[in-house]
C-alpha cells in the first residue's frame, strides 16, 4: 500500500511542478492572458508620466527621452539609443525646419496618428516629418502618439489645430486601429498593456457617440477592478478577444496545446540564460528568434483584425468622415494615410490588405479627402522586413523607409501649391 501512496504522492507532485512551470512560462507567453486585472503599484504608475483623462496618454511638452534600440548582445554595453524629442507644443521636434523658422507665407503641415505618425525606434532627424521639412521647406508638426487609434488622433487633433492651424492635415495610422476604435482598456486585446485606459467612439442610428473615458485621475489605474462593469461592457475584445485567450486551471493544458508557446518558453528561457552568465550562446540570435515566434502568434490577431474591418468598418469610415467635416470647418486639406506594421506587413503579402479597397473606397465616398495606401509606393525588393529597423522594440520603419514615406506626401503638398 504505501508503494502506491508514495507513488500518488510523487505524481501530485509532479502534477503541481508542472502547473506552476506552465504558468509561469504562460505569463511570458504574449498571446496569453493570465490575469484579468493585473497589479499596477504606485512604482509602475509614477513613471506613466503621460496620463491625460481625455485622451488616455499623450506625449508630454519639453521632454527628452533615450531609447535603447536593443542593439546589443547581453552583457555588452549598450552601443545605440534613439532619442525622442518634444517642443513645447508636445509635437516631436523637428530638427530640418522650426517653427520659428517658418514664414507666414510657408505652407503649413500637422501630422496625427499612432507610433508610426511618431515615428518610433528612430531619432528625430530619421522621422518622415524631418525629411518632409526637408522637401518642403516648412516645419511639419509630427503629434502621433504610440498606440493610439483613429478615435484618439481625431480627439487630439481637435484639441491642438485651434492652437496651431495648418494648411495640410495628415492623418497616419497602421490597420490595427479597427482594433483600437473598439477598446477602452488595451489589456483586453494587447495583454499586458494595463495602464492604457481610453475613451471610444461607438455608432448609434448611423452618428458618432463619445464614450469618455472611465479615468479622470491617474490615482484611479490602482483600482480598475471596481471598473470592471464598464470596461467589460464598452471594450468589444473583452468577450471576442480577451477571455478566449484567458489561460485558466489546468494551465498545463493551456501551455501544451501550442508548440509555439513551447517555442516562446524555450527562447525566452535561454535569453534569460544569457543574460545572467553575461555570455551569449554561439550561433543562435535569440532576439531574432523571439521576434519571429512572437510574429508567427500575431497572426491569430492579423486575422480577427481582419474580420473587424468586415463587422465594423462603418465606425472606421464614419470617423474618416468626422476628420473630413472638421477639415471642413477649419479650412484645411484633410489626408488619410494608411501604413502597414510588419505583423501586418507578412500576412498581407500573401493575402493582401486586411482593410480590402477601403483606403479608395474613402476617397471616393469623400470628395474633399486624399488618401494614400503606403503599402503601394514602398518597394521592400521581395524583403518586407527590409522596410523596418532591424532590431529593438520591433516592427516600425527605418530612416531609410521614412524617407521614402516623406517623398510620396510632400509630393501631395507640392502639388496643390
Known sequence: MLPFVALAVVIVGLAIALEVVSYKSLERIPAVATEEFPEIDRELLGKFSSFDPELGWVPQPNQEKQK??????????????????????GSRVCPAKSRDETGADDVTVSTYGDSYCFCREVDDDGTFQH??????????????????????????????????????????????????????????????????????????????????????????????????DFLRTNDFHYDHWFKPHYASVPYTADFLDSSEYLRYAAITGCKELERRTGRSIPGVDFDAAQTESALRMEQPRVRYHE??????????????????DYADEQDFKPVFVMVQQLRYAKYESEHGPIYGDLVDRLGEKYDALETVDMARHLDPDDDIESLYVERGEGGHYSPETNREIAEVLA???EEDQ
Open 68 to 89: 535603447d534600440t536593443g542593439d546589443h548582445l547581453p552583457g555588452e554595453e549598450v552601443r545605440t539609443t534613439v532619442t525622442y524629442s518634444t517642443d513645447e507644443y
Open 131 to 228: 525629411y518632409m521639412a526637408e522637401e518642403l521647406d516648412t516645419h511639419v508638426a509630427n503629434y502621433g502618439g504610440g498606440n493610439y487609434g483613429l478615435d484618439q488622433a481625431l480627439l487630439r487633433m481637435k484639441r491642438q489645430y485651434p492652437e496651431e492651424p495648418t494648411d495640410y492635415v495628415f492623418v497616419v495610422v497602421t490597420a490595427s486601429s479597427i482594433a483600437r476604435i473598439l477598446s477602452v482598456w488595451k489589456h483586453y486585446q494587447e495583454f499586458g498593456n494595463i495602464l492604457a485606459v481610453k475613451p471610444r467612439y461607438t455608432l448609434e442610428d448611423g452618428d458618432l457617440k463619445l464614450i469618455d473615458s472611465p479615468v479622470d485621475e491617474k490615482e484611479e489605474l490602482l483600482d480598475l477592478e471596481s471598473k470592471a
Open 307 to 324: 474580420r473587424l474591418f468586415e463587422t465594423h468598418e462603418p465606425l472606421f469610415d464614419a470617423l474618416i468622415g468626422e476628420f473630413v
Open 411 to 413: 509630393e501631395i503638398v
